[in-house]
């Protein structure tokens, strides 16, 4: 659809009907990024349970620098959206190329860095001997890729922000087929190609990511999406630099925390050895399958309540929160259900080894009762982040991760003796107090207000097809 019919019916169109038609292609892009991290265990898995957990030892690494993207990221659908909303196509480009330019150059410095102390941070956190030097391989080579993830991020962000959710659909699917292709043959040398093991894994991701990134900048700076960056937007401005900053570090902040403490969480599950690694590595992509609904939400609420506030129509938007927020808890709670009765097979599917497949089992049915609060706490954050008032989503996941889910984890596996399924109780806790409590801090309605200016003479004019 286009850019201008899709403000129409975000601006104008039922309010549920919208935020499904945002929201399914988000969801079906981060279902088939959820069945890649399966398929990418699946084939893994083939080579050995230290083979398997070496993503998940290095992810929480990498989901530390991705988090720099991810906040910025989400500062540019705010503001694209908002903008957009607002009539001002013109600050909608060079807001983007703004926030392009500064990835670029912060992702090169991220990657070198990332590079560098792989291994000191590897070892902090303990991963176990024989993981060590497949997840040292998977995790350098994937910052290497940074800068490509980086772009690829943003352009998916922009998309976000005009509502352009069914393209980048379209793009990422594609992407993550070439990734679902190439990883058997880097892994297990198939054809003209050599055999790469963990490392095969990891080059298949940056060249399918490279993908999104090559076409996202071909059609930003062609204009065919709705937005035309010109080279002079990529160069700083400090009107455009400083609010992205301002909305974007709280949001990166959170990001970063979050990232931090999964890096935390990784090393007390690897205090109980591989099997247990291996067990939380696969779950958590389990359960990424039913979180689709959530990321899915978001963006749609995103865009939606970043245009409805650009456009100042401010009582739509609290009727977009209420019914984005309750329809994703009650999606929650459904395919939780529908989880729970097929956890042994889908476990069975993906891993071989008894000890594993139980205890992921049991980390499925306990961790999993908190998915629907992680959808009202995701749901909520989305709000605040498409208002472009980042701070309270910032503030309680310092609260959910270092606050409740570390301390919890902590306090029930070890010091009071309870083990793996102590910090899976932990976990559970920390999503269900902080869901309801950021729902809480949205119910004030200090969110209600937007943060771009834009002249009068900058109306809806503005939006003509170029």
């Not at 079906?28 to 069945?35: E, G, K, N, W």
């Not at 599917?349 to 594993?356: E, K, T």
Request: hydrophobic share 55%; glycine share 12%.
């Amino acid at each position: 659809m286009d850019p201008l019919q899709t403000r129409e019916r975000i601006l104008n169109g039922p309010i549920l009907k919208t935020l499904v038609l945002l929201a399914w292609p988000v969801m079906v892009t981060s279902a088939l990024q959820a069945l890649y991290n399966l398929v990418d265990a699946f084939w893994l898995g083939r080579l050995g349970t230290a083979a398997v957990a070496a993503p998940g030892m290095a992810w929480p690494i990498l989901f530390f620098f991705m988090s720099f993207a991810g906040g910025f990221q989400a500062a540019g659908s705010t503001f694209v959206a908002q903008y957009f909303g607002a009539g001002d196509r013109r600050g909608a480009e060079a807001s983007a190329g703004q926030l392009l330019g500064f990835l670029g150059l912060l992702s090169v410095a991220l990657g070198a860095l990332g590079y560098a102390l792989a291994p000191t941070v590897l070892r902090l956190i303990r991963a176990p001997a024989e993981v060590f030097p497949y997840a040292l391989t998977y995790l350098r080579i994937e910052c290497l890729g940074l800068p490509i993830m980086f772009a690829a991020q943003a352009f998916g962000g922009f998309m976000v922000g005009l509502g352009q959710t069914r393209f980048l659909m379209y793009i990422s699917a594609s992407s993550l087929l070439l990734n679902a292709v190439l990883d058997p043959l880097f892994i297990f040398g198939w054809g003209p190609f050599p055999a790469w093991g963990v490392a095969g894994a990891a080059w298949a991701t940056v060249l399918s990511r490279a993908v999104v990134a090559a076409i996202g900048l071909a059609l930003l700076f062609s204009g065919r999406r709705g937005l035309r960056l010109a080279p002079r937007d990529l160069r700083p401005k400090l009107s455009f630099v400083l609010p992205i900053l301002r909305v974007g570090l709280p949001n990166v902040l959170d990001q970063a925390s979050t990232s931090l403490g999964f890096v935390v969480m990784m090393g007390l599950v690897a205090g109980f050895g591989t099997t247990v690694v291996a067990a939380y590595t696969v779950g958590n992509r389990i359960i990424n399958l039913i979180n689709v609904v959530s990321w899915g939400a978001g963006s749609a609420l995103v865009a939606m309540i970043g245009q409805n506030l650009g456009a100042e129509r401010y009582a739509r938007a609290g009727q977009v929160a209420r019914r984005g927020i309750l329809a994703t808890f009650l999606a929650l709670v459904g395919l939780y259900g529908v989880t729970l009765l097929l956890r042994r097979p889908l476990f069975a599917l993906f891993v071989r080894d008894p000890a594993v497949i139980q205890e992921g089992v049991w980390y499925i049915m306990i961790f999993g009762i908190s998915i629907p609060f992680f959808g009202l706490f995701d749901a909520a954050a989305a709000v605040f982040r498409g208002s472009g008032h980042t701070v309270p989503p910032m503030v309680m996941a310092l609260v959910r991760l270092w606050g409740l889910r570390v301390f919890l984890s902590w306090l029930f596996g070890y010091r009071l003796g309870y083990g793996p399924t102590g910090m899976w109780v932990g976990m559970t806790l920390s999503n269900v107090l902080a869901g309801v409590a950021l729902v809480l801090w949205l119910r004030r309605g200090t969110w209600k207000r937007r943060v771009v200016r834009t002249a009068p003479a900058l109306g809806p004019s503005t939006l003509t097809h170029k």
